[in-house]
């Protein structure tokens, strides 16, 4: 069971090698896995979507899709033929060759990024010795697609949209890559599977205080990298009507929702690979396990999206740089500590380390509160 | 204090909803002691429905008293002339030398056509009606499969007896013929002078 995936590629490549040559097997073994990325990849998508306004309908007391099919779960398929079938639209003026790729672009590196997501055990389509790299490379493209394509709109709403999204991408960046040098500290590996394999028998980095807040961080910082609430600036409806994809309808605003999407769901795996221990846990097959802790950390998202009203630009900028990049360094240092003390002193220290910068930042990153002016002459 | 406190909270409060807007997690919330959350607000409306309030108005439809050609209305198109989206066409019943024609002692109309998808529901022809014989129905569901012929409602189609109009809105309707009945006596005293 643990291997069903694994063992039907096997079979489909001894049946493929009876009336084809030797040295096409490995491209058929690389063709077979692309094809099942591409295919799970947008059915991922689809029900993303499903799940995320069933849950947040939850939420809010209401039902959610329910008419299209069982529990609306044709929904997305009545949503994909809607979004097929819509004019598609240039503005005029647009630099159409940009607007054109940049959906595109918005897909290719959300897609890329499964290549290197343990789906289970030897279930990784390419195990790259650098694949965390690789992952964090592919994932911030995706903001070279909104800004290209809100710059290529020739719209205000877009342009702001884009600009936006690039500030948040660098801004947080930065402690979201610092969060994932504690994985690299202990394991002393960039390949996605090698940290998995760290992580063996319940000994999940989530469950130490650095691989704690390393978590919180990561996934804090992750969510604001795929433009989820409460960090949706870049396409805030309420103040820049759609953001970058104002001008995007059809099947092109499709390809950025679905990158969007893609881009959530990798870094719910990715969260769960580093800290949660990827596919390991007992039991059940390997991949069931990455997909539950994946998809817990997607409710999480949804979940986010339906508690947290969205930030201000100031507000965004001061928690990345005032909150979580100093904390994010000193989550480096106490790991850097935990590496080189005995057992009974670094579980103390790096709590109480810990602790009293989360306690101390938040505080230093709130915004100033003026005194309430008293007006000694009006009285 | 914990660093995000009040970010919890907030999570709390959505997840208690989430969990109460199942049949087994209002009983959950009630084994753990949580009370107050009310759970689904959704009423699925076409299997589902909500009764309408007594006051409640939709579209306004022609009163008879008795059998349908007992109409209240008199083809004084008084409704005509005030109605702001102008919605109503009355054309009144003449004979071939264009007289008038009376059947139980009043005037009637011989057309008369109020547009569904023009009319907005102000209730302006029921207030200067001198014959209470235009009221509001709560009947909202006149969706058509076309868009002009069938949504222009005629005489026919509009007529409803002075006992649905008491079915539907009591209140209104014992005012209506508490008015009627004064108008009547009235009329019986003032005839003999």
Known sequence: ?379 | MIPGQGLLKGLAVTLTNFVASYPWGQRLLKLIGINGISGMFTVEYPEQQVKPAERFRYFPFLVYDGTPDNLRCVACKICEQECPPQCIYIEMEKDEQGRPVKQHGRTLPKRFDIDVSVCMSCRICVDVCPFDAIEMDNDFELGAYDRFQSLVFEKDKLLKSAEYFAQIKPTEAAEVNARLAAKAKKTATDKPV
């Open chain 1, 1 to 379: 069971m643990d291997q069903l995936f694994v063992s039907l590629k096997q079979q489909f490549l001894d049946l493929s090698s009876r009336f084809l040559p030797e040295s096409l097997l490995p491209w058929i073994s690389m063709l077979i896995s692309i094809a099942v990325i591409a295919t799970i990849a947008p059915i991922i998508m689809m029900y993303f979507t499903w799940l995320e306004r069933k849950v947040i309908a939850r939420m809010q007391n209401r039902f959610g899709p329910n008419r299209a099919g069982k529990f609306g779960l044709l929904q997305p398929i009545a949503d994909g033929i809607k979004m097929l079938t819509k004019e598609d639209i240039v503005p005029a003026g647009a630099d159409r060759l940009a607007h054109f790729l940049a959906p595109v672009l918005a897909v290719i590196p959300a897609l890329l990024v499964f290549a290197v997501l343990p789906f289970g055990r030897n279930m990784t389509a390419i195990d790259l010795n650098i694949g965390l790299l690789f992952f964090l490379a592919m994932s911030s493209i995706g903001t070279f697609a909104v800004f290209a394509g809100g710059w290529a709109s020739r719209s205000k709403f877009s342009l702001l949209g884009a600009m936006r999204s690039v500030a948040q991408i660098i801004s947080y960046e930065v402690p979201m890559v610092l969060a994932v040098v504690v994985v690299i500290m202990m394991t002393g590996t960039l390949s996605t599977n090698a940290i998995v394999e760290a992580q063996e028998s319940l000994r999940w980095f989530v469950f130490t205080p650095w691989g704690f807040v390393g978590f919180l961080l990561f996934f804090i910082a992750g969510v604001a990298e795929v433009n989820r609430t409460p960090f949706d600036l870049p396409e805030g409806e309420s103040e820049i009507v759609a953001g970058f994809h104002t001008e995007y309808s059809g099947m092109k605003f499709a390809l950025f929702y679905m990158g969007e999407f893609l881009g959530a769901f990798a870094m719910a795996g990715l969260a769960a690979t580093l800290f949660l221990g990827g596919w390991q846990g007992p039991l059940l097959p390997s991949w069931l396990w990455f997909l539950l802790k994946t998809y817990a950390l997607v409710f999480v998202m949804i979940w986010f999206r339906g508690t947290f009203p969205r930030l201000r630009i100031d507000q965004l900028m001061n928690f990345a740089w005032k909150c979580l990049l100093p904390l994010s360094m000193i989550n480096v240092g106490v790991a850097g500590l935990w590496l080189y003390l005995p057992a009974i002193i670094r579980w103390p220290l790096a709590i109480v380390i810990l602790w009293t910068s989360a306690v101390w930042l938040t505080r230093l990153a709130l915004p100033v509160q003026w005194e309430r002016r008293t007006y000694q002459l009006a009285e």
